[in-house]
């Protein structure tokens, strides 16, 4: 089966949050499933540094509206499958964040931008134009490529593969005024409310999931919670609607990358039989961020987005009577300045116990995950969640709310389930100060177990979070859709 997975992001060249974690595995996995996998993601200056003996492939051709001109180029990924690489430099040789400019303001040209790389997949996937493409499965993430099956749909091209859209957060719809459907080179026929039309806007999540022959999201639980009107973003219908063509996949890990007993990002390896070596990635950890090297004090872990979304306000709330109680913090993260800026007073005012890092350090995240004794992940919603996962892969038990991927992944610890060998974690229900304060709490005096916790660090690290299982379902759901493509 031959795959075309659009993503506008890919790790480690550019990556915001999990979708480019994903984009950077997933293709490899389904790779060694049997698939041949071709990887299409707008070069950015940082994958044209990473790729300098790329080599040209093809024109891409007028197509309309004010879309520009592009070409493609190619380049062996290390998992075997193919980047094609979309040269635009108008729209994409730009620095750092790629959707915000240095004010943190969407580009203004968003809509152009990622509508080329949509028009470009459905160019690729349905007008035969490059034989070695000519995808069985074109498989687009979030609603930056979202727009592609609505091209096929609208603009339909000689063939006629399956389409399956992945939502990997429903909150980021990509929304923008009607008359940007001509600048996109869509038809007028498209702003429809089986179309692309949302509101009396142009939406290109919604457009991709009226258009797709399939829908997935990446934890089962999210794939439920998004058909609730809370959780469901005004889309929630149209997700009910089209319910039976709708699969929750957990996303898996990249095991060989996050691995504490290979993991050359961090002060010491180790394993679930030698997790003495742990403390020495404490102790690292201490030294690194400034703080007291004492192993009897708590140390909490956070890696995330600063945003309310991650429950940055939650853990801020508590944090200082936390600090007065004698624990310490190890965050990591950028998002919104207020809570940047939170952070940073609190490690000015207690700074043998809180240390702050603004941005983002693959080196220190790894040792976040290695050295900490408890994890932080009290989101309001997560979809999936990585960083819960590499936690228990690293034997620092999570903290996380129960909520889209974080309730697929971590099981509660009870005096039921650290008996029978099933608790990995401590969950929480309700997004409030008090709630989260009693899990913290529990967590804590688990910890002071020494016993209990070894138990609970152990079962964590054997649970398998490898691709292999996730790219067995998305093959099944690529077979689905291309029954649905076949039948349509």
Known sequence: MKILFVTSEIAPWVKTGGLGDVAAALPGALQRAGCEVQVLVPCYPALASAFPQRHYVADVPPLGGL??????????????????????????????????????????????????????????????????????????????????????????????????????????????????????????????????EFHGRLCFLKAGLECADHITTVSPTYAHEIQSYGHGY?????????????????????????????????????????????????????????????????????????????????????????????????????????????????????????????GYDERLAHQIEAGADIFLMPSRFEPCGLNQMYSLRYGTPPVVRRTGGLADTVVDCTPETLADGTATGFVFGDATRPALRHAIERAIATWRDANAWQALQRAGMARDFSWSGPARAYLSVFERACRAARDA
Not at 93 to 115: H, K, T
Not at 237 to 266: F, M, Q, V
Not at 282 to 299: C, I, V
Not at 318 to 344: K, M, N, P, S
């Open 67 to 196: 879309l520009p001109e592009a070409q493609i180029s190619m380049a062996p990924a290390a998992d075997g499958y193919e980047l094609l690489l979309l040269e635009c430099p108008v729209c994409y040789e730009r620095y750092g964040n790629p959707y915000l400019g240095s004010d943190l303001r969407d580009w203004s040209d968003n809509a152009i931008r990622f509508g080329l790389l949509s028009r470009v997949a459905a160019w690729l996937a349905t007008d035969a134009a490059m034989p070695r493409v000519a995808p069985d499965v074109l498989h687009c993430h979030d609603w930056q490529a979202a727009m592609a099956p609505a091209y096929m749909r609208y603009r339909p091209g000689k063939r006629r593969p399956a389409s399956v859209v992945t939502i990997h957060n429903l909150a980021f719809q990509g929304l923008f005024d009607p008359h940007v459907l001509a600048d996109i080179a869509l038809p007028p026929q498209a702003f429809t409310f089986d179309g692309v």
């Open 234 to 358: 005004g889309l929630d219908g149209l997700l009910r609607h089209r319910a039976d063509d709708l699969s929750g996949i957990l996303n898996g890990i990249d095991t060989e990358l996050w691995n504490p007993a290979t993991d050359k990002l961090i002060a010491a390896e180790y394993a679930a039989d030698s997790l003495a070596r742990k403390g020495s990635n404490k102790l690292a950890l201490q030294r690194q961020l400034g703080l007291d090297e004492n192993p009897h004090a708590p140390l909490l872990g956070m890696v995330a987005r600063m945003t309310d979304q991650k429950g940055c306000d939650l853990v801020l709330a508590e944090a200082e009577a936390l600090l007065v109680a004698g624990a310490q913090f190890a965050v990591l993260g950028a998002g919104e300045r207020r809570y940047a800026q939170h952070w940073q007073e609190l490690a000015r005012k207690y700074p043998d116990q809180c240390g702050t890092a603004i």
